[in-house]
């Protein structure tokens, strides 16, 4: 019998979840900071209050999925970090600096929770949920998944299945392979559309004019042509500029695909 139920909160240009286990709560990634606000409302119309949330897992130190997250602690749920992660706590830090963001609130590391990977499973079954933590490099090198037993996997910001194909010999492969042994059934992306894993395709591209015009951005970027310029040459919106290039410089390794998945989540 299946206790675990998974909420999508859609709140954010990052999905994340807030699933409920027999004996307690997680919230798997926060968003961006300055996010607090709809986060309280998204859980709001599902009558969780804050307080009721035990634990934040959070499934890699970037700045889209850990945003808000001491925030959220200071109401009372812990922040949980794998031992794997320990380093990299304040990767983000640095970036909330530069762009003068005031709504951000570093983590306090003092009231962390670490655990250790080989502990997660006894951690996890605390709260009524049969499943692991399991690290899965690639996209960071702080990245984990969160597998459950009855079939859900959420894996952050590790390129969807789709993309493995350009992926090859890579981390990325590695630790899809680890985690297609265990059988999902449904996989939980940070910027893409829950799928179903025995049904899942390559999507259906957007528009060919888009999907050229991105991948015209991104050969422009590498070559390391400004925005303005790239502005003038593709006649592009300068906002949809600002977003795929941001996607593209945070996203290590994500394709023009991966960066359409994201505006698609953005403008919903």
């Given at each position: 019998m299946n206790d675990v139920v998974v909420h999508e909160l859609k709140y954010s240009n990052t999905n994340t979840y807030l699933i409920k286990g027999s004996r307690g709560i997680m919230l798997f990634d926060t968003g961006w900071a300055g996010s607090f606000s709809a986060f309280c409302s998204a859980i709001g119309k599902l009558d969780i209050p804050v307080q009721k949330i035990d634990y934040i897992l959070i499934s890699h130190f970037h700045p889209d999925h850990m945003g808000i997250a001491q925030e959220i602690a200071e109401y009372g749920p812990v922040i949980v970090v794998m031992d794997v992660q320990r380093e990299y706590i304040h990767t983000a830090d640095g970036?909330?600096?530069?762009?003068?963001?005031?709504?951000?609130?570093?983590?306090?590391?003092?009231?962390?929770?670490?655990?250790?990977?080989?502990?997660?499973?006894?951690?996890?079954?605390?709260?009524?949920?049969?499943?692991?933590?399991?690290?899965?490099?690639?996209?960071?090198?702080?990245?984990?998944?969160?597998?459950?037993?009855?079939?859900?996997?959420?894996?952050?910001?590790?390129?969807?299945?789709?993309?493995?194909?350009?992926?090859?010999?890579?981390?990325?492969?590695?630790?899809?392979?680890?985690?297609?042994?265990?059988?999902?059934?449904?996989?939980?992306?940070?910027?893409?559309?829950?799928?179903?894993?025995?049904?899942?395709?390559?999507?259906?591209?957007?528009?060919?004019?888009?999907?050229?015009?991105?991948?015209?951005?991104?050969?422009?970027?590498?070559?390391?042509?400004?925005?303005?310029?790239?502005?003038?040459?593709t006649g592009a919106d300068s906002t949809f500029i600002e977003d795929v290039a941001r996607m593209y410089l945070t996203h290590q390794n994500v394709g023009v695909q991966g960066i359409l998945d994201r505006i698609e989540i953005k403008g919903r």
């Open positions: 970036v909330f600096e530069k762009e003068k963001n005031d709504a951000f609130i570093p983590i306090v590391d003092d009231n962390v929770k670490c655990i250790r990977i080989e502990e997660s499973r006894d951690f996890l079954g605390t709260i009524g949920i049969n499943g692991e933590i399991i690290p899965t490099p690639g996209h960071s090198d702080d990245s984990i998944s969160l597998w459950i037993d009855s079939g859900e996997l959420f894996v952050g910001d590790l390129n969807p299945l789709y993309e493995l194909d350009f992926h090859k010999g890579m981390k990325i492969e590695k630790s899809w392979n680890r985690l297609l042994k265990l059988k999902p059934e449904t996989v939980y992306y940070g910027h893409a559309k829950t799928a179903n894993v025995s049904m899942e395709k390559v999507p259906p591209r957007a528009t060919d004019d888009l999907y050229k015009l991105v991948s015209m951005v991104i050969k422009n970027i590498d070559r390391g042509v400004n925005l303005d310029k790239i502005q003038k040459k």
